[in-house]
Every structure is written in structure tokens, then in C-alpha cells.
């Protein structure tokens, strides 16, 4: 059953109608001409879709619903999904009319030269000001990864087994899975896709929505820079603080020694030495960061092997080997 | 199974394509004359050219050739650990991908090791590269990880390297480690040699460094220095930090509300919160030592293990 293509469909805070839902995405799924299966994960309580589901099972649809007791976020029900999954080939699809079903061959087809494929939905329905917000964020993102996305928040992706199985999700970070891929060195390919008529938004988006936007970049911003060296982060603010701190202290003992002014009444001893002290925190934090990483050195590789190839004269066999942490 | 090589010669590849085949054939003129088992470790570090193929190729040919593909490109530390991941003999050479290193020199770096070092590093004691962008930033550099780490090669940034299997293979390297292994492997005590060895001027393609930076290499150095000197007892290591600033707090404090209280006259506002800021962050230091004993403890390092790695028993 290794081509069989197992589609997780994560039921978070935001659904529609699972029946409607369900019924396109068939569509899309039996388009692919090749076995699949669904696998709902239903995050949390969802009397109305529970009930939905039940009704869909009874009625002799072949799907696997995972009910879990609370909401432990999509990061989570994403992977219960995949450890469901019989397939090789994993497709993920959001609880609501995001994109188009029949789109789904388009991303499985894109797996033929990538390791994961993720939705861009284009044409894009919105106002401008949703536009320009989402090409300020996507953006920010290139310039702190190099990578050039334009639709992380598209919930259609289609992605190997082996991804799903080094890519350990938590928290929030089913919204950068192709970036974390990438950085694993997993192929990623962006895939146009058509948007669904019911995923006009139009309105504008929450405090909310921003203050998670903005969170979103701050985290990969971490996952990023301070993950590997965090010396080099914490270093750098730790130095340029400390030096001002330095700076002024400096200045406070020229004063003091040669113009004769008392230390005892400059306010700005107060900031010197605040910066001065920041500064050394920072330093302590970055270090202690530095230990963390090198106590379990051991355990992570910086690296993850492709292919071992040696062709002993004996017998010609092809010794080969994927690596895994 | 072929019996354990005696020398692997580790070679990381980043687009090499021109210098791989040459790199072969002089490795194997090299080695082959020292008449013992060997075998080549070509790690391919995600090249966009064709060194992957001629990689492959080589191996088909040549048993002795382990070709190792990565994923991407991960960089030269990745290169060199996963070389020593994946390389079986009992004295490992590493040496660059782009001819800059002559195999010719591995006989002597090998004879070195037999005389009881664990760690053999060449001296490109003439180096083939421009003066002001390579040669003036590199020598402040090797001055300043021997003075910072008490290891002084005069060479740190010369791949050329011969290290007793065993040893270097417990070593953990990580992130851009690998113009530091003596200094890191420095903490399971080894015996070090230096030995003068040929360096030859690029022959292909481009050259991968630019002007190395300083300040990375003095952050990185000072990690290596608190991890070899530190990493069991980091407690102490926050204290020496935390120590000073209590004093400095004291005294300033002492200066700014005791000796006015005990002389009647007015308390200096800034002396006392200054010093009630360096005291506080002592102790914050102190707390981050606590912590710092907790991931070590909870880590999976241990000195014994290092120790362990070198000692020699007399009986």
C-alpha cells in the first residue's frame, strides 16, 4: 500500500461544514487515480462535526476520525494525523473551504521533484490592505530565512513520510513547516493553487491576527539565529550594550578625575551601570545557551546524510544508508 | 567486510568538480607506497556541480572510496564530522577538497602519529594566498585562539590534520568548530604536534572564504574556552563573573549610603541605586550558574569519558 496517499484534515477552531467539505475534497482525491484515504483529527471537543463525522462513518464512508479529548493546537493534530497515515505520500487539507479539492493532484504531482509541496493560493481574493500586510510578513520572512514564500498560511501541502517523520511539529510551527523542512534540507516547492470561492475574506483582520503574525516572526526569527549559535546573538547585543555602558562610565571617570566632578551626583552612573550590568546578562545568557548545546551535542547531528555509497570488490552490492537523527 | 583500514583520509567536497579526480589520484600516489589498508572518505557538502556524480563514479571504480552525499550544503564542520562519522581507520587525515594540501605530506603526519600524538596539525609555513585578505587576519586569529585557549598552533585554519581515530571520534563538532578541533579536542588532554607541511596555490575554481572575521572567531574561542575549562563546573565559571560586580556593588553601595550615614551627610542617590544594580545582577549571575549546573547534569558529557580517551596505564 505505498502509493496509497493519506490526506489529514486537522479540525482546529475554524471549520465549515464537513459534509460539503468532505464531498469536494473526494472528488479531488479520487481525481489522483491511485488509492487514498482521509484521516480527520478532530482537536478538541467538536460536538457538531463529531456528530457530522459519525454520520458519514455510518453511512459507509471509508474515513478515520481521531477524536482528541482537548485542543492541543493543529501543530499536534497534524502529527496524530500522520501517525495515523498508511500512505508514503501525506497530504494536508484545512477544516474549511480553503482551496479548491480538485487542487490536490496538482500538489501531489509537485512531490515528483520536492519532499514537500505547499499551497500558494493565486489569484488571491482581498482587499489591498490584507495584501499589502501579507507581502510585508511574508517579506520580513525572506529577509531573515533567504527563503522566498508567498502563502505559509495555506493549509493545502503535500509532503513524504520521512518529512513528517524528522520534522517533530509543536507549538505553532505547523505554519512554518516549509520552512523548517527546508533548513532540515528537504526540497520545498511552492504550488499554485486555486483559491475556494468561500475563503473570500474581506473584512480586516483582529488585534489578534497581528499580534500572531507578529509573534510567527519573532519565532522563526529564533528558530533561525539562535538556535545554532547562541553566543553570536546574545554576544552581539551583550557587547554593543556593555560597550555603551562602558562608554559613558568612561566618560563619568574623565569627569570625575580631571574636571573634577562628583560622581556622587550624576544620574547617568545610574545608566552606565544598568547598561553595563544588561550587558553582562546577556553575555551569561548566551553561554549558558552555549552549554546547553554543547551537553547534548551528541545527540543532534548539523547535518543529515543523504547517501553512503562504497562498492566493495567482494560482492557489488550498494551499501546505502540515510542517516536519521 | 574488509578488514579495519589503518588510515582514512577524510575529503570534504563543496563544487569541486575539477580538483576531485586529481585529488584521488594523488591521494592514492600517496598512500599507496606505505603499503597499509586505507580508504578515502569523500564528503560531498551539497555541490551544485557535477562532484556528486564523479564522486560516485570514483567509488564504483575504487573500492577503498566511501562517498558520502549530504542532503545540502551544511558547511565545512558538517563535512569534517560526518567524514569522521563515517570513516573506519585507526588514523584519520583531513585534509581540503581543493588541492591547496599535498597528500604527499601524509606519510610524515602519519609516522608522527605512530610516535604516540593523538592530533598531528600542518603548518602551511608557506601559504599560498594573498597577504592582507587571508595571511594578516589569520595569523591575529591563530595568535588569539592560543592565547585564549592555551593551545598555540601557529596554523589553526590549515585542514591538513592527523588524528588518532579514537580520540577525535568522541569529540563532539558542531556548528563552526572545525578551525578549533585541537583546541576543543583539548579537553581530553591530547598530545599535539605540529609539523611543517607543503601548501599549494588554488589551481581550480574559487575560493570559498572571504576575509575570515574576527569577532565570530572571538566569540567561538571564548566558547571553546568556557566549555574545555568550565563545562563540569560551570557554577564557578558564573561566579568568577558574579564575584566581581558583588564587590564593585558593595563598595559603591558602601560609598554612596554608609559612609554618608555614618558622617551625617546626605546619601547620593546614584552611588546607592548603581550599586544596588551590580549587586542584584550578581546574584542573577550566581542563578544562572545554578541553572547552568542543572543542563550540564542533565547533559550527556562527562570528564571520565574524555579522560578516558588518552590515559595510559603503567603497570
Request: proline residues 4%; positive net charge; charged residues 20%.
Amino acid at each position: 500500500m505505498t502509493d496509497t496517499v493519506s490526506i489529514v484534515v486537522p479540525v482546529c477552531e475554524r471549520y465549515s461544514d464537513v459534509g460539503a467539505l468532505y464531498a469536494a475534497y473526494k472528488a479531488g482525491a479520487a481525481a489522483l487515480g491511485r488509492p487514498y484515504e482521509f484521516i480527520f483529527v478532530l482537536d478538541g471537543p467538536h460536538p457538531a462535526v463529531a456528530a457530522r463525522l459519525r454520520q458519514l462513518l455510518d453511512s459507509g464512508e471509508k474515513i478515520t476520525v481521531v477524536a482528541l479529548t482537548r485542543a492541543f493546537g493543529e501543530s499536534t493534530a497534524l502529527m496524530i494525523g500522520f501517525e495515523q497515515a498508511q500512505g508514503e505520500i501525506l497530504v494536508t487539507l484545512p477544516a474549511y473551504f480553503q482551496v479548491e479539492g480538485s487542487e490536490i493532484g496538482k500538489l501531489v504531482t509537485a512531490l515528483g521533484s520536492a519532499d514537500l509541496a505547499i499551497g500558494r493560493r493565486w489569484p488571491r481574493a482581498g482587499g489591498w490592505f490584507e495584501r499589502l500586510r501579507r507581502a510585508a510578513f511574508h517579506k520580513f520572512l525572506a529577509a531573515v530565512t533567504q527563503l522566498r514564500f508567498h502563502d505559509l498560511g495555506c493549509g493545502a501541502r503535500a509532503l513524504r513520510r520521512i518529512v513528517a517523520q524528522e520534522i517533530q511539529l509543536y507549538g505553532d510551527q505547523h505554519r512554518f513547516l516549509a520552512l523548517l523542512a527546508d533548513r532540515r534540507g528537504f526540497r520545498v516547492q511552492e504550488v499554485q493553487v486555486r483559491q475556494s470561492q468561500q475563503d473570500r475574506f474581506l473584512g480586516a483582520y483582529g488585534p489578534r491576527e497581528y499580534a500572531r503574525g507578529f509573534l510567527d516572526i519573532f519565532t522563526v526569527f529564533f528558530l533561525v539565529r539562535f538556535t545554532k549559535k547562541p553566543l553570536r546573538f546574545f554576544g552581539m547585543i551583550g557587547v554593543s550594550t556593555f560597550g555603551v555602558g562602558l562608554l559613558l562610565l568612561a566618560y563619568l571617570a574623565v569627569a570625575r578625575l580631571f574636571f573634577d566632578q562628583e560622581l556622587a551626583d550624576r544620574p547617568v552612573l545610574l545608566l552606565a551601570s544598568l547598561l553595563v550590568v544588561l550587558g553582562l546578562q546577556f553575555f551569561a545568557l548566551g553561554l549558558l545557551g552555549e552549554l546547553i548545546i554543547f551537553t547534548h551535542a551528541r545527540g543532534m547531528k548539523d547535518y543529515q546524510v543523504e547517501e553512503v555509497s562504497q562498492f566493495p570488490e567482494v560482492s557489488p552490492v550498494r551499501e546505502t544508508g540515510t542517516s536519521m537523527r | 567486510m574488509s578488514p579495519r583500514p589503518k588510515l582514512s583520509v577524510i575529503v570534504p567536497f563543496y563544487n569541486e568538480e575539477d580538483s576531485i579526480r586529481p585529488m584521488h589520484a594523488a591521494v592514492v600516489k600517496a598512500v599507496e607506497p606505505l603499503g597499509i589498508p586505507f580508504e578515502m572518505v569523500f564528503v560531498n557538502d551539497g555541490s551544485k556541480d557535477r562532484t556528486a556524480e564523479i564522486a560516485l563514479e570514483l567509488a564504483l571504480r575504487d573500492p577503498r572510496v566511501r562517498s558520502v552525499r549530504f542532503r545540502r550544503n551544511y558547511g565545512q564542520t558538517a563535512a569534517m564530522a560526518a567524514g569522521i562519522e563515517y570513516a573506519q581507520g585507526e588514523v584519520l587525515v583531513t585534509m581540503d577538497g581543493d588541492l591547496q594540501n599535498d597528500p604527499a605530506d601524509i606519510g610524515q603526519l602519519l609516522a608522527k602519529i605512530e610516535e604516540g600524538y593523538h592530533i598531528v596539525v600542518g603548518w602551511r609555513f608557506n601559504r599560498q594566498d594573498k597577504l592582507v585578505s587571508r595571511k594578516i587576519p589569520s595569523k591575529i586569529a591563530n595568535w588569539m585562539i592560543g592565547k585564549i585557549t592555551g593551545v598555540p598552533i601557529r596554523d589553526n585554519g590549515c585542514s591538513l590534520k592527523a588524528y588518532k581515530g579514537s580520540v577525535i571520534k568522541e569529540i563532539p563538532l558542531y556548528s563552526e568548530m572545525h578551525r578549533f578541533i585541537p583546541a576543543m579536542a583539548s579537553m581530553a588532554g591530547p598530545r599535539i604536534a605540529e609539523l611543517k607541511v607543503r601548501h599549494h596555490a588554488r589551481q581550480f575554481g574559487q575560493s570559498k572564504y572571504g576575509l575570515s572575521r574576527i569577532y565570530k572567531v572571538l566569540l567561538d574561542v571564548m566558547v571553546i574556552k568556557t566549555i574545555v575549562a568550565f563545562a563540569s563546573r560551570p557554577l564557578q565559571w558564573f561566579c568568577l563573573l558574579s564575584l566581581p560586580m558583588a564587590a564593585l556593588g558593595l563598595s559603591l553601595f558602601g560609598v554612596g549610603v554608609i559612609g554618608p550615614l555614618l558622617r551625617g551627610t546626605a546619601l547620593s542617590l546614584p552611588l546607592a541605586a548603581s550599586g544596588l544594580i551590580f549587586m542584584s545582577s550578581s546574584v542573577i549571575l550566581l542563578c544562572d550558574g545554578a541553572l547552568a549546573e542543572l543542563v550540564f547534569k542533565l547533559g550527556d558529557i562527562r570528564e571520565k569519558e574524555f579522560s578516558r580517551l588518552t590515559l595510559e596505564v603503567w603497570r
